[in-house]
């Protein structure tokens, strides 16, 4: 890991070139956030204090963003405050297509270079035209280290070209990781993946710190209007829980900015997305204000239930047992 990559402690303040935040403001709108109003909730969130973007190219809105990140600059905010990571998309990871995709996102944002560049999954899911990502298409593959470490590869290269000063990887996991570390001549600076207090991923995230890679976590509040929630424990999400809720209301604060505190407070970086600008500058604060006692923080470590909300990107295949294989999957294919 890069000395670059450490936290600061106030993403308020003018941060030294290439240090990340310890909040991030997430670009992924879905379907209900349009493009454009994407790109406005990011300018305010500049005007609140926000530094770190997180971007893919797969969002359908880094044009967009692009447009804010340049009205960002023209206000006085220097380049170097800034930073951006964008991600390669899992059809692009043949090498000359990631080099491709990097430079594409780069246009679009319209940036010399990207703080960070993600492996946005680890599995090389080659579509056909038409096909939505989410399906189970027939023509996706499954993980293969000897493929992944040629997308690596290209990683680096964009590296040593000074296209991104940090490569990546996102939803990765530890026997995933274990053969990227051995074989890889630079490791990742970051690992991007789900944690939020019902799935908290504890024992991939202290491999990550054993391992000085740093944790961004997205859907740091449990995604409460996600429909494909897993309610199995109980009919609560992350923001009903009832340890966080009595948290809340000792602090007399929100749900949200519980989470937002256990999440800085434990060692990652949270990136919550919200266009409502009462919302992200409540979120900034959240991080910045009133920390959780160490007993509060071992209260909510007590309740994570393994649950899991991001499951639609990942693709099964002909032989695929079932999904779990696919996840867990150390780089060979499933008898």
């Given at each position: 890991?890069?000395?670059?990559?450490?936290?600061?402690?106030?993403?308020?303040?003018?941060?030294?070139?290439?240090?990340?935040?310890?909040?991030?403001?997430?670009?992924?709108?879905?379907?209900?956030?349009?493009?454009?109003?994407?790109?406005?909730?990011?300018?305010?969130?500049?005007?609140?204090?926000?530094?770190?973007?997180?971007?893919?190219?797969?969002?359908?809105?880094?044009?967009?963003?692009?447009?804010?990140?340049?009205?960002?600059?023209?206000?006085?905010?220097?380049?170097?405050?800034?930073?951006?990571?964008?991600?390669?998309?899992?059809?692009?990871?043949?090498?000359?297509?990631?080099?491709?995709?990097?430079?594409?996102?780069?246009?679009?944002?319209?940036?010399?270079?990207?703080?960070?560049?993600?492996?946005?999954?680890?599995?090389?899911?080659?579509?056909?035209?038409?096909?939505?990502?989410?399906?189970?298409?027939?023509?996706?593959?499954?993980?293969?280290?000897?493929?992944?470490?040629?997308?690596?590869?290209?990683?680096e290269s964009l590296l040593a070209r000074g296209l991104v000063r940090n490569i990546g990887v996102s939803n990765m996991t530890i026997p995933k990781l274990k053969?990227?570390?051995?074989?890889?001549?630079?490791?990742?600076?970051?690992?991007?993946?789900?944690?939020?207090?019902?799935?908290?991923?504890?024992?991939?995230?202290?491999?990550?710190?054993?391992?000085?890679?740093?944790?961004?976590?997205y859907c740091p509040l449990g995604s409460p209007s996600r429909p494909e929630r897993d309610r199995t424990a109980d009919d609560t999400s992350d923001l009903e829980?009832?340890?966080?809720?009595?948290?809340?209301?000792?602090?007399?604060?929100?749900?949200?900015?519980?989470?937002?505190?256990?999440?800085?407070?434990?060692?990652?970086?949270?990136?919550?997305?919200?266009?409502?600008?009462?919302?992200?500058?409540?979120?900034?604060?959240?991080?910045?204000?009133?920390?959780?006692?160490?007993?509060?923080?071992?209260?909510?470590?007590?309740?994570?239930?393994?649950?899991?909300?991001?499951?639609?990107?990942?693709?099964?295949?002909?032989?695929?047992?079932?999904?779990?294989?696919?996840?867990?999957?150390?780089?060979?294919?499933?008898?």
């Amino acid at each position: 890991m890069t000395d670059s990559i450490a936290p600061t402690t106030a993403p308020r303040r003018a941060m030294p070139q290439g240090a990340m935040p310890i909040i991030g403001m997430g670009t992924f709108g879905s379907d209900h956030v349009s493009p454009e109003e994407m790109a406005e909730a990011t300018i305010g969130a500049a005007e609140a204090g926000y530094r770190h973007f997180d971007c893919a190219e797969v969002y359908g809105n880094e044009f967009e963003i692009g447009r804010s990140l340049e009205a960002m600059q023209a206000g006085g905010i220097p380049r170097e405050e800034l930073w951006i990571n964008s991600k390669v998309w899992n059809n692009h990871h043949a090498p000359q297509d990631t080099i491709s995709a990097c430079e594409r996102s780069l246009e679009n944002l319209r940036l010399d270079y990207l703080d960070l560049y993600l492996v946005h999954w680890p599995f090389p899911n080659f579509h056909p035209p038409g096909c939505s990502v989410d399906s189970r298409s027939p023509d996706s593959r499954p993980y293969s280290h000897l493929e992944f470490m040629k997308t690596w590869e290209a990683m680096e290269s964009l590296l040593a070209r000074g296209l991104v000063r940090n490569i990546g990887v996102s939803n990765m996991t530890i026997p995933k990781l274990k053969l990227l570390l051995a074989d890889a001549s630079i490791k990742p600076a970051c690992n991007e993946m789900e944690i939020h207090p019902h799935f908290q991923q504890a024992e991939l995230f202290s491999f990550l710190q054993s391992h000085e890679i740093v944790p961004i976590g997205y859907c740091p509040l449990g995604s409460p209007s996600r429909p494909e929630r897993d309610r199995t424990a109980d009919d609560t999400s992350d923001l009903e829980d009832p340890t966080i809720v009595s948290i809340a209301q000792a602090h007399d604060t929100h749900p949200t900015a519980v989470c937002l505190k256990w999440a800085a407070q434990r060692g990652q970086i949270p990136i919550p997305m919200s266009k409502n600008p009462s919302n992200y500058r409540a979120n900034l604060r959240a991080i910045l204000e009133d920390p959780l006692t160490d007993s509060e923080m071992k209260a909510i470590s007590k309740i994570d239930r393994n649950c899991r909300l991001i499951k639609g990107q990942v693709f099964l295949w002909q032989g695929a047992r079932n999904w779990e294989d696919l996840w867990d999957l150390d780089g060979s294919i499933p008898s």
